[in-house]
């Protein structure tokens, strides 16, 4: 295991930027509203409206805004300065949004909307670039997900904080006359947005610039669009990460349209269920790396989905007139667990994603890519308001009433909606989703040698299938110890005039072997060595009659062998290493070498399976 490189200081402003962002975030998003409609005299379902088109407006500039973020070079990085324009635009604009100037009519409305517009640009401006640092940390696992468990609490402490606190806060800034609020909106307003500022600013001059050795490629438009489109799991994880906010802003919605009518629960139990459930999910997140140093990711993934079932489930079966608001708060507390153990692993999925595209396309688009992440969050609140205004329309919802007509059938079938798409999300994870063991660590492992070796990823998309050859295939070959089974393996690339002295080839693979063992993971070993005596990069390959103790993670034999040799230049046995471990992981490809009949078939499975990174 790698040591970590990540300070105290580090992790703690990192999370004070989260926390003081989404203070922002849930300030705009829980009382803007309120304030257009009490001291602009705008209409509720005009304004919601204009809220919405703005969102789904917003989402769509996401990936442009990566784009851009992406092709920025400056000496600093090409994230902080963004975070750092970002934050003081924010910081302008949202306060300018909670001020109210001496404006009437459509000129008062164009102020305020012209405000929330240039509000949520800016917003995105710092949001995109503060999230694509996470990949920016490192590839040790570990530190990856202690920095994406961070900031993912500290966002619930500050949206919680806000939510629970804004209205006494606004109350108590309120100097002149507590029967118009407006000034306590605006001082509340300023003192957030002069807090989220500092806050960045801190963040920004305490995080280490990491990978300053690193060459970003520039790329176009265009290829930015190629970029996403060949990153399958990146197209796996944004639709996983769709899916989930849909059915928060389903729960949400109707938790709020429901649980406060008098009749059903009263506000003092709305707030202990709202109250246990954040608690839940901030100890979630700070448990995330725990978790997962207990199980795998793979596995946690999948108990996410059962306990948010399980949640939903329950609640479903509740009576939202006579149900035991205690029972109701549990089993809320069950699917918020689910949901932020959920959220936590696709922010880190969405880091792997990054080295993936790198390592597959050659170049490096963490804002590209983490711009998906607000994307998804803004389209998925969207389609959930539209779901969630039909389910509200089922209930025969009559406004100032207090009652639904079918508010039990109503609120039943949005949490039945809700569990359809948590299945969708975790058959989506197991059959595309392939980021997970040990093989895939390899790669990780790989694209950190070629960086603090100044290594570049070159044109590496052929490398495997201009590497192989069936003359270097064994089938069913024999042997009793590694020995007997390399031996005709370098034998094999000799005849092939791959290497030029046998001698010096087995001296250096002997002395690699001597310092780590060949064996990887799931009956696979991957010896390698390089040298001046190798002509150009090659893998010979043997599947054994008998497998082998070769010192493999799991602890499992090796049956399936694959030779590397490549020259000595610092970066193609890396390049090489890494491309195969990719395809490796793919999900029974191993098997259909195992059970392949000749050498040309294993070598066209292999050419198969390495066109999915082309």
């Not at 105290?8 to 300030?27: Q, R, V």
């Not at 509000?119 to 696992?141: E, K, R």
């Amino acid at each position: 295991m790698k040591e970590s490189h990540i300070s105290l200081s580090e992790k703690i402003t990192f999370g004070l930027g989260a926390m003081s962002k989404d203070i922002i975030y849930w300030f705009i998003g829980a009382y803007l509203m309120l304030y257009l409609t009490d001291f602009y005299g705008m209409s509720a379902a005009f304004i919601g409206f204009i809220l919405l088109i703005g969102k789904i407006a917003n989402a769509f500039l996401d990936p442009f805004l990566g784009y851009a973020i992406d092709n920025t070079t400056t000496r600093f990085s090409k994230f902080k300065p963004w975070i750092i324009v970002g934050s003081l635009l924010t910081a302008v604009t949202v306060t300018c949004l909670f001020y109210k100037p001496n404006l009437q009519g459509s000129d008062l409305a164009l102020y305020g909307l012209g405000f929330y517009f240039l509000t949520i640009i800016a917003y995105s401006l710092m949001d995109i670039p503060f999230w694509s640092l996470i990949p920016n940390f490192g590839t040790v696992g570990k530190d990856r997900l202690i920095m994406t468990a961070i900031p993912r609490a500290m966002t619930v402490v500050g949206g919680q904080f806000i939510l629970i606190f804004g209205l006494f806060l606004i109350r108590k800034l309120t100097f002149n006359s507590q029967h118009d609020l407006s000034e306590g909106f605006f001082m509340l307003a300023a003192g957030c947005a002069l807090f989220f500022l500092i806050t960045q600013l801190v963040m920004c001059f305490t995080l280490k610039t990491r990978r300053q050795k690193f060459k970003y490629a520039k790329f176009s438009i265009s290829k930015a669009f190629e970029l996403i489109s060949k990153n399958d799991q990146l197209l796996a994880t944004i639709s996983i990460m769709v899916l989930q906010q849909i059915a928060i802003g389903i729960v949400n919605s109707s938790l709020i349209f429901y649980f406060l009518q008098e009749h059903v629960i009263t506000a003092k139990h709305f707030t202990i269920i709202m109250s246990g459930g954040a608690v839940i999910q901030f100890l979630t997140y700070i448990l995330l790396p725990k978790i997962i140093g207990l199980i795998s990711r793979k596995a946690a993934f999948y108990i996410s989905g059962i306990l948010m079932l399980c949640g939903f489930i329950s609640m479903i079966f509740l009576s939202l007139t006579t149900g035991n608001p205690i029972i109701l708060c549990i089993s809320f507390c069950f699917a918020n667990c689910g949901m932020a153990l959920m959220i936590g692993l696709t922010t880190a999925m969405l880091a792997d994603c990054v080295d993936y595209g790198e390592f597959k396309n050659g170049i490096r688009s963490e804002a590209l890519i983490f711009s998906l992440q607000t994307f998804s969050a803004k389209l998925g609140t969207g389609i959930a308001l539209f779901m969630s205004g039909l389910s509200i329309s089922a209930a025969a919802y009559i406004p100032r009433e207090i009652t639904f007509v079918h508010q039990e059938f109503s609120f039943r079938l949005a949490l039945v909606i809700v569990c359809l798409l948590i299945l969708l999300s975790l058959w989506i994870y197991s059959r595309y989703y392939k980021l997970n063991g040990i093989l895939f660590k390899s790669m990780l492992s790989t694209l950190e040698k070629l960086r603090t070796s100044d290594g570049m990823i070159h044109d590496i998309q052929k490398l495997i299938r201009y590497a192989i050859d069936e003359s270097n295939v064994l089938l069913k070959l024999k042997g009793e110890t590694l020995e007997e089974v390399l031996s005709p393996l370098v034998s094999c690339l000799a005849r092939s005039g791959i290497i030029s002295s046998i001698s010096e080839f087995r001296s250096e693979l002997n002395r690699r072997l001597k310092v780590t063992p060949c064996g990887i993971a799931e009956g696979i070993a991957i010896p390698h060595a390089r040298g001046e005596c190798v002509k150009r990069p090659a893998i010979a390959i043997a599947v054994l009659e008998k497998p082998l103790d070769l010192g493999s993670f799991d602890g499992k034999k090796c049956d399936l062998i694959f030779l590397i040799a490549s020259p000595d230049d610092g970066q193609t046995h890396l390049n090489l290493l890494g491309r195969l471990s990719l395809v490796l992981n793919e999900q029974g490809f191993a098997d259909s070498l195992r059970h392949a009949g000749t050498a040309r078939e294993v070598v066209t499975r292999i050419a198969r399976y390495a066109q999915h990174f082309d």
